[in-house]
C-alpha cells in the first residue's frame, strides 16, 4: 500500500513537472530554427508563414539559394548569435535602376513589422533585404554580401524609383556592414549607432529620407554617405576613398535637400563632402560644427 501511494504521488509530481515545462514552452511561443530541421522540411528556403517568434539553434548553410523567407508580418527572427551563410553573391543589375537579389539571407517582401537581431549573415546577394513598413534589423553583422543590409518600402522598385518622401519606418541599429560591395541602404530608416566600414563601391548608398545618426562610416571604397532628403548627425566617416568603381564620385558625404550636422569626415583622398540639391527651397545645410579635413 506504501509503495502504490508513493508511486503515485510520484507519478502525479512528474506530470505536474511535465505540464509546467510545456506551459512554460507554449507561453514562451518560440519556434526553433536548425539546419537538422530545414533539411527535415524540404531544405532552404526555410519559409515563415506565421506570425510569431523565431530562433535558431544552429548556424544555417544554405548554398546557392536564399536561407529564410518571411511571407507573414508581426515576426520577430532571434539568430541566437549563429550565422547564416550563403555561397557568394550573384547579384545583377544597380541599386539605382533595381536589384535582381537571388540569393539572400533573410528576405521578405513584401514585410510588415519584421525584426532580424543577434547574429551574422555572409554571403548572400543581400544579408537581409526586408520590403515595407516598420521593420527593423538589430545587432546584426553583414559582411561579404552584394549589399549587407537593404529595407525598402515597396515591392519592385530601385531606391531611385521610390515616391519622394516615401516613409518605410525602419530601422538599423547597432548593426556591422563590413566588406560588402554596398554596406546599408534604405528608404524612410533611422540608421543608427552602427559600424559600416571596408564595403568596396560604398558605405551607405543611396539612402533616402532617413535619419543617419552616430555611426562609424570608414574605408569605403568610393562613397561613405549618399543620401537625399535625409538628416546626417553626428557620424565618423574615415578613410581613403578612390579604391572602388571608377563610375561612382569620391566623397566622403554626398547629399540632397538633407541637413548635415555635427559629423566629422577625414578622408585623404576624394571630396570631404559634396552638397547638391533639386529643390532651391530646401537647399543642403551643413552645420558649422561638420568638421571635414584630411
Known sequence: ?????????????????LLATASCLASEGVIEISQAIVEDEGGFPFTIAGAGSYRLTTNLDAGATTAIEITAGTVTVDLNGFHIVGGGPQAAGSLEKGMEFGYNGVYGAPATSVTVLNGSVRGFDAGVFLEGSGNAVKMVTAS??????YIHPSEGKGLSDA????????????????????G??????????????????????????????????ADSGSVGIVCSRCT?????????????PPSLDA???????????GNTIL??????????????TVPARRSARTKVSR
Request: hydrophobic share 45%.
Open 1 to 17: 500500500m506504501y509503495r502504490k501511494d508513493t508511486l503515485a504521488k510520484f507519478s502525479l509530481v512528474l506530470l505536474a513537472a
Open 144 to 149: 561579404n554580401n552584394f549589399v549587407g543590409i
Open 163 to 182: 515616391p519622394g518622401f516615401a516613409v518605410a519606418g525602419g530601422l538599423v541599429e547597432n548593426c556591422k556592414a563590413v566588406e560588402n560591395a554596398f
Open 184 to 217: 546599408i541602404a534604405g528608404i524612410g530608416i533611422v540608421l543608427s549607432d552602427s559600424v559600416v566600414s571596408g564595403n568596396f563601391a560604398a558605405g551607405m548608398p543611396e539612402c533616402q529620407d532617413c535619419t543617419i545618426t552616430n555611426n562609424l562610416v
Open 232 to 244: 546626417i548627425s553626428g557620424n565618423k566617416v574615415t578613410g581613403s576613398l578612390l579604391k572602388g
Open 251 to 261: 566623397t566622403g558625404i554626398q547629399a540632397e535637400d538633407s541637413l548635415i550636422t
Open 267 to 280: 578622408v585623404s583622398t576624394g571630396l570631404g563632402m559634396e552638397r547638391r540639391w533639386l529643390l532651391p
